[in-house]
C-alpha cells in the first residue's frame, strides 16, 4: 500500500436528503474504487445524514475515505437492520481526517433487549470493516451507536489509532470496537467510553494487539464470550499493554458460555502495564458467563483456555473481588501466569480477595491482595 494517495480527489459534498446523500457517497466511491490509480474520497466539515450504505470492493487500487465533518444515521430504531455504514472487500484502504459517525442511538437503546435475550430484534452496527485487508483507520470518532460501533471481521494487517468512541454507560450493547475472525489488527493511542465492552474480542481472532488505549465507562476489555455458538474457531496470540481502565464494570476480562455449542481453545493471551482506577473486578477469568441465566451453568464449559498471563497490574477495585480466576471444571485452565498484581479495595465489606476455581496459577514476583485467598476449589494441571 503506498503512502501517499495523490492521484485522483474526488470530493463529496453531501447537500441533499438522507438518502440523496447516501447515493451520492456511494457513487463517490464507486468511481474512486474503479480507478486503477489510488483515490481520495473527501467528505468536508458540516453535519450531514447519510442512510445506510455499503462500500464495498474489490477496488482496482487502493482507496481513502477523508470524513472531515460528521455523518448522522436515522434516529429511528431501525429494527431488523444489523448495518448502518459498511465497508467491504478493500485491500488498500486507509479512513481518516477527524470526522465523526453519529449513529443517533437514543431512541434505539429505550427498545434494545439483545442483552437480555436472543429473541431480539437487530439494531444497525454504525461501521462495519467486512474483509479489508492492508488498512489504516486513523483519527475518527464514533458517537452514539445504537449497537456496537465498530464491527471488525475478516480483516488482515489493520492498524486503528487514535479513535474515539462515546455513548452514554446506561446504553445497551453498545460495543466500541468488536474483532472477530481476523489476524494482525492494532489498536492504538485511543479513547473509549460507552455502555458495553470497550473492546471485545470474539471467536477466530488472531493476533490482536492493544496498546495505549482509555477504557471507561464501559465493561472493560473481554476476550468473548466464547461458546454461544457452534462452529466457533479458535482464539489465539491477544496482547494487551499499557493500558488504563478507569470507572468500568469489569477489566480484564475472559468470559466463556457452560453448556458451550462448540469446544474451541483460547491461548496466547496476555494482558501487561494496566492501569486500573475503581475498576469492578479489575482481573476476571469467567468460565461460567451466563448473563440472566440463559444457559445451563451446571454442564461445564468445554472451551479451553491455555497460556494466559496478567502482569504489572495495578490500581485500586470498585469491589473486594480484585482477582477472580474461575475456570471450567470440565477443562481446568492451563499455564496460567500471575506478576506481581497491586490492587487495593478501601470498601466496608474488604479487604480485596484473590479467588481461584479449577486453575493453579504460576505466581511471578508479589501478589496483593495475596493470591487465591478466598474461596478455593483448585483441580491440578493436567
Known amino acids: ?104 442511538g437514543n431512541a434505539a437503546w429505550r427498545v ?19 474483509f479489508v485487508e492492508n488498512a489504516e483507520i486513523k483519527d475518527i470518532s464514533s458517537i452514539d451507536a445504537k449497537n456496537f460501533h465498530i464491527n471488525v471481521l475478516g480483516a488482515k494487517n489493520m492498524t486503528m489509532d487514535n479513535i474515539k468512541i462515546t455513548a452514554p454507560e446506561d446504553s445497551p450493547n453498545t460495543d466500541g470496537i468488536h474483532l472477530g475472525r481476523s489476524d494482525g489488527v492494532k489498536i492504538l493511542n485511543s479513547f473509549i467510553s460507552t ?81 486500573v482506577k475503581n475498576v469492578s473486578n479489575p482481573i476476571l477469568i469467567d468460565q461460567e458467563y451466563c448473563p440472566w441465566n440463559q444457559c445451563n451453568k451446571q454442564k461445564a464449559s468445554t472451551i479451553k483456555l491455555v497460556n494466559i498471563s496478567f502482569k504489572n497490574i495495578r490500581g485500586t477495585s470498585g469491589n473486594k473481588d480484585a482477582v477472580k480466576l474461575l475456570c471450567s471444571k470440565g477443562y481446568p485452565c492451563q499455564k496460567v501466569e500471575i506478576g506481581d498484581i497491586d490492587i487495593a479495595y478501601s470498601g466496608a465489606d474488604g479487604p480485596a480477595t484473590f479467588q481461584c476455581s479449577n486453575v493453579s496459577p504460576q505466581l511471578l514476583g508479589s501478589q496483593s491482595p495475596k493470591a487465591c485467598s478466598g474461596p478455593v476449589t483448585t483441580t491440578p494441571q493436567q
Open 1 to 104: 500500500m503506498g503512502a501517499h494517495f495523490a492521484v485522483s480527489t474526488i470530493l463529496v459534498l453531501c447537500l441533499l436528503g438522507i438518502s440523496a446523500n447516501a447515493e451520492a457517497l456511494l457513487k463517490a466511491f464507486t468511481s474512486a474504487c474503479q480507478s486503477t490509480s489510488p483515490s481520495k474520497v473527501v467528505i468536508p466539515k458540516g453535519e450531514f445524514k447519510l442512510g445506510e450504505i455499503e462500500m464495498r470492493g474489490p477496488c482496482k487500487a487502493p482507496v481513502e475515505i477523508t470524513l472531515q465533518g460528521t455523518v448522522k444515521a436515522d434516529g429511528n430504531t431501525n429494527h431488523g437492520k444489523d448495518k448502518w455504514v459498511v465497508f467491504g472487500n478493500i485491500n488498500g484502504f486507509k479512513l481518516n481526517g477527524g470526522g465523526a459517525f453519529d449513529g443517533e
Open 112 to 130: 434494545n433487549n439483545c442483552h437480555k435475550t436472543f429473541e431480539c430484534k437487530k439494531l444497525p452496527i454504525s461501521v462495519r470493516f467486512d
Open 195 to 275: 455502555g458495553d465492552d470497550c473492546i471485545s474480542v470474539g471467536d477466530g481472532m488472531k493476533n490482536l494487539h492493544v496498546e495505549k488505549v482509555v477504557c471507561g465507562p464501559g465493561h472493560g476489555i473481554s476476550v468473548g464470550s466464547l461458546g454461544r455458538y457452534g462452529h466457533e474457531e479458535d482464539v489465539s496470540g491477544i496482547r494487551v499493554v499499557n493500558c488504563t481502565l478507569q470507572e468500568t464494570d469489569n477489566g480484564l476480562r475472559i468470559k466463556t458460555w457452560p453448556s458451550a455449542a462448540c469446544s474451541t481453545t483460547a491461548s496466547d493471551i496476555h494482558f501487561e502495564d494496566i492501569i
